[in-house]
């Protein structure tokens, strides 16, 4: 059965850095664009960061544009999203989708079909 895990959140102060990773098992992310989303309470999902399945298009919120870096490794099935100078802002459950596509990617959360069950991230003193 398809499956995306996130790992790798988790308690940061500000300014401090965090790396998440999303994990596939069941398919392979060759074929697939992945997306990071987050969700604080009260708020709607928002698109966070975006790969193409080549990693030749890579897109990013203009509020974590130059703190934030998605990668992938598709020989590990496994997508990356570094994040430095965490704010406080950035606390809230953060997570990975897939979305079968041929070129680009999208910020959208009704573009994605497959979806993990997210990690917090707490960016507090």
């Known amino acids: 059965q398809p499956q995306l895990v996130e790992s790798g959140g988790g308690l940061v102060q500000p300014g401090g850095s965090l790396r998440l990773s999303c994990a596939a098992s069941g398919f392979t992310l060759n074929y697939f664009a992945i997306g990071w989303f987050r969700q604080a309470p009260g708020k709607e999902r928002e698109g966070v960061s975006c790969i193409s399945k080549s990693s030749d298009i890579m897109r990013y919120a203009e509020s974590v544009k130059g703190r934030f870096t998605i990668s992938r490794d598709n020989a590990k099935n496994t997508v990356y999203l570094q994040m430095n100078n965490l704010q406080p802002e950035d606390t809230a459950v953060y997570y990975c989708?897939?979305?079968?596509?041929?070129?680009?990617?999208?910020?959208?959360?009704?573009?994605?079909?497959?979806w993990g069950q997210g990690t917090q991230v707490t960016v507090s003193t």
């Open positions: 989708a897939a979305e079968l596509r041929t070129y680009g990617c999208m910020l959208s959360v009704s573009q994605y079909g497959y």
